[in-house]
């Protein structure tokens, strides 16, 4: 692991010593939603933190299907979705959130990386497409982009 960075499961995390964490939170997230979907709860966990800590305000799901069931799709800013999911998968969630035109920038994050996975998420439509694990400078950098 670099040195001058620490991990949470899943996700390298910097240190820094220029910035306190309310310092972080004024400047980045500002409030906005972001919905997690991801049936691995130290995942869920360690994304939760990660932007907690930025200043976004999360919803957790472990279901493609409780996502659906929520109204997180009408005020979600971004949604952080892993493609492989117990029941619906990732995928299928975004093809179902193209059928009612929603314009919900969509994060792919995923263990299991091919090229058939990735060509599946670029043409439902994703804003990245990660592979875990993932830095926490490259998903905030990505939330960052699909939230402006």
Excluded at 92 to 99: D, G, I, K, Q, V
Aim: aromatic share 6%; hydrophobic share 45%.
């Amino acid at each position: 692991m670099p040195e001058g960075t620490h991990s949470i499961p899943w996700i390298i995390v910097p240190r820094s010593s220029t910035h306190t964490r309310t310092q972080v939170c004024f400047m980045a997230g500002q409030g906005k939603v972001i919905a997690i979907v991801d049936d691995d709860q130290t995942m869920q966990k360690a994304i939760e933190r990660l932007l907690a800590a930025h200043g976004f305000v999360t919803q957790v799901f472990a279901s493609a299907e409780a996502f659906l069931d929520s109204r997180a799709a009408n005020v979600a800013a971004c949604l952080v979705l892993d493609i492989h999911l117990d029941g619906m998968s990732g995928i299928e969630l975004r093809r179902r959130l193209n059928a009612v035109r929603s314009t919900l920038p969509v994060i792919f994050i995923t263990a299991a990386d091919d090229e058939e996975t990735q060509d599946a998420a670029t043409l439902v439509g994703c804003v990245a497409y990660l592979r875990k694990p993932f830095s926490a400078t490259l998903l905030m950098s990505e939330i960052g982009k699909a939230t402006s």
